[in-house]
């Protein structure tokens, strides 16, 4: 497994390359221009010269291999120098956004503790959540449990976050005055106390994702279970005397994981994307709001980091779920 591990990385380096790419030339040739939120007043010397600041002048093959540099050398230099306290990348130029002139990994350092407070505990109460369903909805097909979940499921996939989430701000914050409606990125968890006013804001956006990402995971749980319940290893168990239990939960449970799997690790990438929509209607200040600020902007250097960290999160989990596959079914083998 070792050997296929570092096989499948060192793949991943012309992938990662060719995306990051296609990442580039796409924004290149995206409509839009950075200096269209420069005043009018503002002299056109003075835009050129505001260009030329921002690297525009320089060809597209210098500008793509100088943020390849930045992003693969001066960023990885700038993370050692803050965790032990060296001095590779001073006076080094950094990715710099052209809205807010700071390096983009430090506005993304920013942003990701409130994504991660939001969108991944959102996706750690959906699996934990989805995966019984489904495994009991399965094994009861057709029961009132079963159907009563087709249906809650049904509702999550077709009722987008935006109507969900303004549905549960008016129900939970303006009627019952149980939630605030706002999502406030400043608080600090010091104390008890501060830790329930996070609980209580966290409720509502938490609950519009995890009715999605529930919906998503019981199904697919639902229809794997299912799928294995009816193979001849699963009745030659009962034929041996084994309990239900170790039946459906030791041997049914182990290879219906290997489809989810799949679907849980490509899906942990989104919880660093953050949830775009959720975080607009909450005003969560995470990733999401941050990348459609960035577009708005014409940012290209923000746009063009976050598109590519998710890439590589894609790629990487990607490796992760693979390598699960073998820990599942002894079946699988990679060397």
Known sequence: MLNYTIRRLVLAVPTLLFISLVIFMLLELAPGDPMAQVPLTVPPEVKEKMREALGLGQ????????????????????????????????????????????????????????????????????????LPI??????????????AGT????????????????????????????FPSIYDTTHKVTDWESFMVQLKQMVMPVMVLALQITSQISRFMRASMLDNLNQDYVRTARAKGLTERVVVLVHVLRNS??????????????????????????????????????????????????TF???????????????????????????
């Open 151 to 178: 249906f809650i499921t049904m509702i999550g996939f077709s009722v987008p976050p935006f109507f969900s989430g303004v549905l549960v701000i008016v129900i939970f914050s303006v009627q019952l005055g149980w």
């Open 59 to 130: 060809p597209a093959h210098i500008r793509f291999f100088k943020w390849i540099y930045q992003f693969f050398v001066i960023e990885p230099q700038v993370l050692c120098d803050a965790l032990f306290g060296t001095h590779f990348a001073e006076g080094e130029l950094r990715v710099i956004s052209w809205q807010t002139r700071s390096p983009v990994m430090d506005i993304v350092v920013q942003r990701l503790p409130q994504t991660l407070w939001v969108v991944g505990v959102a996706y750690l109460v959906a699996v934990l959540i989805a």
């Open 134 to 147: 489904g495994v009991y909805s399965a094994y009861r097909q057709y029961s009132f449990f079963d159907q």
């Open 257 to 306: 994981m290997i489809p989810v799997v799949t679907v849980i690790a490509l899906g942990i990438p989104q919880i660093f994307g953050g949830a775009i929509i959720t975080e607009q209607v909450f005003k969560v200040n995470g990733i999401g709001q941050l990348l459609i600020t960035a577009i708005q902007a014409n940012d290209l250097p923000m746009v063009q980091t976050l």
């Open 309 to 335: 960290i998710f890439a590589v999160l894609i790629v990487l989990f990607n490796l992760i779920a693979d390598l699960l596959y073998g820990f599942l079914d002894p079946r699988i083998r990679y060397d």
